[in-house]
C-alpha cells in the first residue's frame, strides 16, 4: 500500500468516525472497490488527463450523487481532482484496516479441501474469537489441494494445518536424511 492510500484512507477514516458513519461508508467503499475492479477502464476514464477534471467530476456526479453518502461522493472526487484516483483500492484498504482496529475485528480466511458446514463454521469462528479475543470474520474457499484440514490466513499470519502441508514437511524430511 502506498503512503498516499494510507495519508487519504487515514484522512477519510478519520472524518467517517468524527460524523459516525465510518460503517456506512466503509460498506459503500467495498461496494466501489468491487465494482472499480470489474470495470477497471472507469477507474482510467477518471485518470485521464485529456479530460478536464470538471468533467471527471461531473462524470462522478452524474453516477453516484443521492446514491453514495456525500463523503464517500466528495472523497472520490477529491481523488480524481488530485489526479489520485488511482490509489483508491488502497485508500479502501487502509480504512478497513482502521475500521477494523477500532471495532477488534480480526479478518480471517479460511482455505479447505472441502466445503465447510454451517456447524463446522460455528465451531471454527467460536474457538478463533475465544483465542483471539476478537470478533472474527471469516472468508471460506475450497482449494481441493489441500487434500484435507485447514489453512487459515490471518493478521498477516499463516497457519497451515492441511494434509498438503504436512506432506511437503515430511517430503523435505526425507529429502533431507542421510542413510
Known sequence: MTQTAKVYGNALYELAQSEKQSKEILQQLQSLSQAFAAEPAFITLLSTPSISKEERCLVLDRSFRGKLNPYTLNFLKLLTEQDK???????????RLRYNEDNNILPVRAVTAVTVSPALRKKLETKLAAVTGKRVEMTYAVDPKCL???QLDMDGARL?????HRLNDLRNILKNTVL
Do not use: P
Request: net charge positive; with cysteine; proline share 0%.
Open 160 to 164: 497451515d494445518d492441511t494434509v498438503r
Open 85 to 95: 484516483i488511482r490509489h483508491f483500492h488502497g485508500c479502501c484498504r487502509q480504512f
Open 148 to 150: 484435507g484440514g485447514v
